[in-house]
T-cell receptor
Framework: DAMVIQNPRYQVTQFGKPVTLSCSQTLNHNVMYWYQQKSSQAPKLLFHYYDKDFNNEADTPDNFQSRRPNTSFCFLDIRSPGLGDAAMYLC????????????FGPGTRLLVL | DQQVKQNSPSLSVQEGRISILNCDYTNSMFDYFLWYKKYPAEGPTFLISISSIKDKNEDGRFTVFLNKSAKHLSLHIVPSQPGDSAVYFCAASAPSGTYKYIFGTGTRLKVLA
C-alpha cells in the first residue's frame, strides 16, 4: 500500500542535543510537509517542499531545519531542542495540484528531557 | 487570526444516533475542504472531502455538507459507532498555488455504547 512512513514513532532526546526525524513516502507526491502538533491544538505547519523548492513558514523558529534529498525522503532537524519543542511531529504529502488531498504519516512523538 | 474554526471542543453521542460536527471558515477563497479523523498517538487519517462547487458529498456513513454563503461545513456520521470516537479536524485548502492546508482545532467525538 502506498503510504507515508515516519521513523521513529517515539523519540527521546536531551535538552540541547540535536535530533533528526525522518519521513518517507511511496505515493510519489510532489509536496512534503512538516507539522508540529501539541495536544488539543491544530497541526502547525513548519515548512513544506514542492519538489526541491523549500518554503518556510514565517514563524518557524530557526532551530528547525529540513532536508529533502530526493522525492521519497524528507527530514526534520531540530538543532537544539528545548522543553517547548516536545510535541507530535507530523509528516504529510500531497500531489500538489488544485483540490488535492493531503495524507499524513503516523507521527513521531518527541520527548525532551 | 484563525481562518478555520471548530467551536465545539467536544461532543458526546449515543451509539446508533447521528453525530454532527461543525466547522466555520472566514476566507471565501478556500475552494476545497477536508475532514480528518485522529486517534491518540496516531497521525490524522483522511476521511472525506468536498469541493466548493458542491454542497454535499457522501461516503458510506459519512456525509459532508457545505454552505458557502454561511462559510460553514458540517460532517454527519450516521449511525455513529464506538469506533468513531476520535478527534475530528476540519481543514481547508488554501488558495491556488500555495499547497497549504489550514486546520481547525478539532472536535473530540465520544460515541457512547
Amino acid at each position: 500500500d502506498a503510504m507515508v512512513i515516519q521513523n521513529p514513532r517515539y523519540q527521546v532526546t536531551q535538552f540541547g542535543k540535536p535530533v533528526t526525524l525522518s519521513c518517507s513516502q511511496t505515493l510519489n507526491h510532489n509536496v512534503m510537509y512538516w507539522y508540529q502538533q501539541k495536544s488539543s491544538q491544530a497541526p502547525k505547519l513548519l515548512f513544506h517542499y514542492y519538489d526541491k523548492d523549500f518554503n518556510n513558514e514565517a514563524d518557524t523558529p530557526d532551530n528547525f531545519q529540513s532536508r529533502r534529498p530526493n522525492t521519497s525522503f524528507c527530514f526534520l532537524d531540530i538543532r537544539s531542542p528545548g522543553l517547548g519543542d516536545a510535541a507530535m511531529y507530523l509528516c504529510a504529502t500531497s500531489l500538489g495540484g488544485d483540490q488535492e488531498t493531503q495524507y499524513f504519516g503516523p507521527g513521531t512523538r518527541l520527548l525532551v528531557l | 487570526d484563525q481562518q478555520v474554526k471548530q467551536n465545539s471542543p467536544s461532543l458526546s453521542v449515543q451509539e446508533g444516533r447521528i453525530s454532527i460536527l461543525n466547522c466555520d471558515y472566514t476566507n471565501s477563497m478556500f475552494d476545497y475542504f477536508l475532514w480528518y479523523k485522529k486517534y491518540p498517538a496516531e497521525g490524522p487519517t483522511f476521511l472525506i472531502s468536498i469541493s466548493s462547487i458542491k454542497d454535499k458529498n457522501e461516503d458510506g456513513r459519512f456525509t459532508v455538507f457545505l454552505n458557502k454563503s454561511a462559510k460553514h461545513l458540517s460532517l454527519h456520521i450516521v449511525p455513529s459507532q464506538p469506533g468513531d470516537s476520535a478527534v475530528y479536524f476540519c481543514a481547508a485548502s488554501a488558495p491556488s498555488g500555495t499547497y497549504k492546508y489550514i486546520f481547525g482545532t478539532g472536535t473530540r467525538l465520544k460515541v457512547l455504547a
